[in-house]
């Protein structure tokens, strides 16, 4: 038999892209611990312990090596990876309680092509684009489609979101850290991305035929429970299946796919506005959703292996996707917080632009579709100029610098929006607007990612994702309640300025915010 040692064994495992199992008999990177082995493990790191300098063999066993040797991948085979993707262990005696014996510290080490980085971002595209365009969509129908009444336009479309911000909050968290214990043929992600898209498309086409402000509501509920049971799972890709120094390519990917998805949206939402075919700009939110969708699920290969339950049921991990034990993650803490508001900020030019228009401006409902497209353009081009060179700046000087930057930047170009007496000063404010918030979504991903237990990568990121469920929410509520006072006790029309001028309020706490988050050492990142 040939000589096998602890090292050789953990070797070969590693070579062969397995990481740590959730099911006993399979090795992890990890040295043996007896404490989390199984019997079997234990008695054959017992006799290697024994065997000592004296002897490098194993102990003699007339079966075949279970352990030794990675098996031949079989049908039935629900828990081997497919992607080849070696892991690292990371864990030290500082892990969190999510990095504990079954694999938490664990991290790929392998540089993934440019083309599966791209896939990993992709269905931000679909996601991204259904909210964007549905505010565009639903604040025309507001204004324009005699859905509401004038003068309470802001408190409107802040019905048709609450209820549905409040779910999402939930929902998000608690499928995501469901996902990382799931075990399926599709992997542990996939079957909550196909189930969520399609009942999204269900829903949007519930939305675009219902002519009340009640069933609207239901519907937006119903929406927000589909599209965060498959955003909760997704989230957890990049933490899975990227490296740490491939993060901020990553996160820039991520970034620049959040904005291209919200420029989808938003000219989807403006075309409809323009022609008042609000049926078909609905339902093309579902159809880009749903292109994206497939290209992820069949596409991305898994990574990670499902973490063991332990005998737990589905609903104890539901209820412990939301324990007290995050109350130690300080700094998870503090930039949850942060994005919540630099997200309120970045929220409010999509939330009111059609009201800015209509009502400061005075454009008609054609001439309000077609200058949207205007600011569109110029947020597009700030994003685009600021996003990936944003990424590749993180990765050198780090990701704090970087947010506090997009924070300035972002605020001014709201303040110049906001005051701006003629639509090309707004236009030049958005391109600047645009460019604070592709830096950010560039960047925030990646520091998220940096600083998350690792083995609960869903749990985490669909906790991290309430600030961006409820951020839209928060920001329509306040922004929208002082729009009508203002529209009703001052003059109609400065409402939307005065919406405006809160987005630099909240870049400026988003700053404040991040100041106790602790980033890791560059260094650290890099091994």
Do not use: H
């Not at 397995?18 to 090795?27: E, L, M, Y």
């Not at 790191?45 to 000592?52: T, V």
């Not at 291209?260 to 339902?283: D, E, K, P, R």
């Not at 050198?396 to 001014?412: D, E, M, Q």
């Amino acid at each position: 038999m040939p000589t096998t040692t602890p090292e050789t064994a953990r070797t070969r495992c590693s070579r062969s892209g397995w990481g740590r199992s959730a099911s006993p008999g399979r090795v992890s990177t990890r040295s043996i611990d007896r404490s989390s082995s199984t019997p079997l493990e234990a008695r054959r790191a017992a006799a290697w312990s024994r065997s000592g300098p004296r002897s490098r063999s194993a102990p003699t066993d007339p079966r075949p090596p279970r352990n030794r040797s990675v098996p031949a991948a079989s049908s039935d085979d629900q828990a081997v990876p497919r992607t080849g993707v070696t892991y690292v262990d990371l864990t030290d005696a500082s892990a969190g309680p999510d990095d504990g014996a079954d694999g938490g510290g664990d991290r790929p080490t392998d540089a993934l092509p440019n083309a599966q980085l791209v896939r990993l971002s992709l269905y931000w595209l679909g996601l991204s684009s259904i909210f964007t365009g549905l505010t565009a969509i639903l604040s025309g129908r507001i204004q324009f489609d005699g859905l509401g009444d004038r003068g309470s336009e802001g408190t409107t479309l802040f019905a048709l979101n609450f209820a549905g911000a409040l779910i999402a909050a939930l929902v998000q968290p608690t499928v995501g850290s469901i996902s990382d214990y799931t075990i399926s043929r599709w992997g542990r992600r996939k079957p909550y991305i196909f189930i969520g898209s399609v009942l999204d498309v269900l829903f949007l086409f519930g939305i675009a035929t219902s002519n009340t402000i009640v069933s609207i509501a239901a519907f937006m509920v119903l929406l927000q429970v589909s599209a965060n049971f498959a955003q909760g799972p997704f989230q957890g890709y990049v933490p899975d299946l990227v490296p740490k120094r491939q993060v901020g390519t990553a996160s820039a990917l991520v970034g620049l796919f959040q904005v291209l998805g919200n420029v989808a949206g938003f000219g989807i939402g403006s075309w409809a506005v323009a022609t008042g075919n609000f049926f078909a700009g609905t339902m093309a939110l579902g159809a880009l959703e749903l292109v994206t969708m497939i290209s992820v699920v069949w596409r991305v290969a898994e990574g990670r292996l499902a973490r063991s339950r332990d005998g737990r049921s589905w609903l104890t991990i539901a209820r412990a996707a939301w324990g007290a034990d995050i109350l130690r993650e300080r700094s998870f803490l503090w930039l949850v917080a942060s994005r919540w508001f630099v997200l309120m900020g970045a929220n409010m030019l999509v939330n009111f632009a059609t009201f800015y228009l209509a009502q400061t401006f005075a454009l008609s409902q054609g001439e309000t579709g077609g200058t949207n497209i205007l600011l569109l353009a110029g947020t597009v081009l700030g994003n685009l100029v600021a996003v990936i060179p944003a990424g590749r700046a993180s990765d050198r000087i780090g990701r704090k610098p970087v947010i506090y930057a997009a924070c300035f930047v972002g605020g001014v170009g709201m303040a110049i929006v906001a005051s701006a007496p003629i639509i090309p000063v707004a236009v030049a404010g958005a391109a600047l607007f645009g460019a604070g918030v592709g830096m950010f979504l560039a960047v925030d991903w990646a520091l998220m990612t940096d600083i998350i237990p690792k083995a609960s990568s869903g749990r985490y990121m669909g906790i991290s994702n309430v600030a961006t469920a409820t951020a839209g929410i928060v920001a329509v509520m306040t922004g929208g309640l002082a729009m009508d006072a203002v529209n009703r006790g001052i003059a109609y029309g400065l409402g939307p300025r005065v919406a405006f001028g809160m987005a630099v309020i909240y870049f400026a706490l988003g700053a404040l915010f991040l100041r106790p988050v602790v980033e890791p050492r560059r260094a650290t990142l890099r091994a």
